[in-house]
T-cell receptor, first 111, second 115 residues
Framework: DAKTTQPPSMDCAEGRAANLPCNHS???????VYWYRQIHSQGPQYIIH???NNETNEMASLIITEDRKSSTLILPHATLRDTAVYYC????????????FGDGTTLTVKP | DTAVSQTPKYLVTQMGNDKSIKCEQN?????MYWYKQDSKKFLKIMFS???????INETVPNRFSPKSPDKAHLNLHINSLELGDSAVYFC??????????????FGPGTRLTVL
């Protein structure tokens, strides 16, 4: 699986958009970009995933660059409950596509 | 309704003992996983089963033996526990939608402490 690079930590003001970057310059053609988050040692929670097109769901938006070497997770209106460690993962979309979690980004949403 | 459940939530035991952690998913998924999260919060996959067959084994010591009696259950048995086995163990499952495997659903974790 391709490696990803994320900033170790970020702060965001409550109500503002949180933009979390991820570099995955060695991503291969069959690998998707997944985002998960882990709130205070709970089990990781799926947020969103995409291949090359931008994606949006009720939780977040995912912007993937045209060359697919980086992506940005956007939480449009961050709340205090969004404080968590956010993981960017690239993996094939198969049952053998294990999720290799890196160090992630610790997002702290402040009042 | 709990999608992925694990028991026990906490497990404290002595070095050298044998223990098991159970995992069950009611999502109808055909793939299940075990992950280990150590004290540095690094989350690493250990095993993956698809329809009761082992498909991923990430160089885990033989003391760890996963068992999948059916595709809704993936239990983890650990023999001769060592201090370094202390960690939080997460079970997860994923299913197939058309030709794609989507997100993994994680359980709440089992915190294992070996004394």
């Amino acid at each position: 699986d391709a490696k990803t690079t994320q900033p170790p930590s970020m702060d965001c003001a409550e109500g503002r958009a949180a933009n979390l970057p991820c570099n995955h310059s060695t991503i291969s053609g069959n690998e998707y970009v997944y985002w998960y988050r882990q709130i205070h040692s709970q089990g990781p929670q799926y947020i969103i995933h995409g291949l090359k097109n931008n994606e949006t769901n009720e939780m977040a938006s995912l912007i993937i660059t045209e060359d697919r070497k980086s992506s940005t997770l956007i939480l449009p209106h961050a709340t205090l409950r969004d404080t968590a460690v956010y993981y960017c993962i690239v993996r094939p979309n198969t049952n053998a596509g294990k999720s290799t979690f890196g160090d992630g980004t610790t997002l702290t949403v402040k009042p | 309704d709990t999608a992925v459940s694990q028991t026990p939530k906490y497990l404290v035991t002595q070095m050298g003992n044998d223990k098991s952690i159970k995992c069950e998913q009611n999502l109808g998924h055909d793939t299940m996983y075990w992950y280990k999260q150590d004290s540095k919060k690094f989350l690493k996959i250990m095993f993956s089963y698809n329809n009761k067959e082992l498909i991923i084994n990430e160089t885990v010591p033989n003391r760890f033996s996963p068992k999948s009696p059916d595709k809704a259950h993936l239990n983890l048995h650990i023999n001769s526990l060592e201090l370094g086995d202390s960690a939080v163990y997460f079970c997860a499952s994923s299913g197939r939608v058309a030709i794609y495997y989507n997100e993994q659903f994680f359980g709440p974790g089992t915190r294992l402490t070996v004394l």
